[in-house]
Each structure stands twice: as structure tokens, then as C-alpha cells.
């Protein structure tokens, strides 16, 4: 069992700053793919950025020079810095992580996890 908690998200005003954080924990072996998803009222669900465990990001074209995705692996986080907000940046913002939980070879399964969202408002 993986778990996730988000934290970050508030209310700013158009061309604000934002930073969420997403922190995994439980008995995890390894975290591949970690990635930050969006859905605003009345809305699908919306892949935002995600980053490999090398490094590796992508990002959709709304969001492509304003946000940076990061991640932490000695902690297990990962990060999305939100710069230049646009009113049409409101939405829940949810964390996901896959990868393979436990503590030895004969104990590991893939995992897939989600956070419980955190809301992010840009509105003056």
C-alpha cells in the first residue's frame, strides 16, 4: 500500500506563484513514473506534467514554460512549481505515482497510486 499526500495548493492572483508537493510513503521499492494531473468543474481529468525516474519530463502545451516538474527520490516527492498562473490554471491538482512496492525481490508487486487532491484557484 502506497499512500500520497499532497500539500501546496491556495488561491493567487493571475501571474502568481504556486508550489505543490506530493510525498509517497509506504513500503516501496521503487518509484518509476511520478506525475501531476488536474481536473476543473465539470471537467476531465487531465494530465499536467509527469517525470521519470531518470528525469525525464513532459508537459502539456497549456502549461509548457510556466511549470517545472522536480522530484526528490531520497524522499519520495515530487514537485510542481507553478509560475505565471492563469485563471484557467483552476482545478484540483492530483499526484500519481507508479512503480513496485516492497522490501525484498519475492515480495515486490507494481503499484499505482493517487493522491487526494489539492485545489489551486488564480483569481483576482
Known sequence: QVQLVESGGGLVQPGGSLRLSCAASGRIFSINAMG??????????????TI?????T?????????FTISRDNAKNTVYLQMNSL?????AV???NADGITGSSWFSRNPFSSWGQGTQVTVSS
Open 58 to 66: 513532459n508537459y502539456v502545451d497549456s502549461v509548457a514554460g510556466r
Open 93 to 95: 491538482y492530483y499526484c
Open 52 to 56: 521519470t525516474s531518470g528525469g525525464s
Open 36 to 49: 501531476w494531473y488536474r481536473q476543473a468543474p465539470g471537467k476531465q481529468r487531465d494530465v499536467v506534467a
Open 86 to 90: 492563469k485563471p484557467e490554471d483552476t
